[in-house]
């Protein structure tokens, strides 16, 4: 196994640093577009977790924007994003490594959940929160959909 077979683990990672419920988010609705993820997944199979993944997934993109939304690194902030991480990481590893994957998308989102604090942080100041947080969202949701497209397969493959 190399890490290039697991990149896809870590880049969902990498998106759960800035937007923990967009990994969980953009799987349920490439499972509900007839996607496979490579590896096993039990949770978003469910109505009811797929849906609940994408009102999460909205509602933190609107939540992200109001003057009371804590820090990305608070505890809170940082379970969602392990969670997150580790669910949608296990989901893109290849079948049989999805232990693998869970451990290096939680490696990879928590360290860069700081640094992208940090560099939300520069841009509030120079463009304010509600900007800032428009233009985080539109990078890290087409980040999060091309990288969960380009690991999943159609189920008419």
């Known amino acids: 196994m190399t890490i290039r077979s697991l990149l896809s683990s870590v880049l969902i990672g990498a998106v759960a640093s800035a937007r923990s ?8 609705a ?3 577009a007839g996607r496979r993820t490579p590896g096993e997944l039990f949770l978003l199979d469910r109505p009811i977790f797929k849906f609940g993944a994408l009102a999460m997934g909205a509602g933190e993109l609107y939540g992200d924007k109001m003057k009371t939304a804590p820090d ?17 990481g296990a989901a893109l590893a290849p079948k049989g490594r999805e232990g693998a994957g869970a451990a290096v998308a939680v490696a990879t989102a928590v360290p860069m959940a700081y640094l992208t604090l940090a560099g939300r942080k ?5 463009i304010g929160q509600t900007r800032s947080g428009l233009i985080e969202d539109a990078l890290i949701v087409a ?6 497209a380009l690991a999943t397969s159609s189920n008419k493959e």
Request: proline share 3%; hydrophobic share 65%; no cysteine.
């Open 122 to 126: 520069q841009g509030m100041a120079r």
């Open 143 to 148: 980040a999060g959909i091309a990288i969960v």
């Open 30 to 32: 490439a499972r509900l």
């Open 21 to 28: 419920m967009t990994p969980m988010a953009t799987i349920a």
């Open 72 to 88: 990305r690194t608070v505890a809170l902030g940082l379970i969602a994003r392990v969670a997150s991480a580790g669910i949608a």
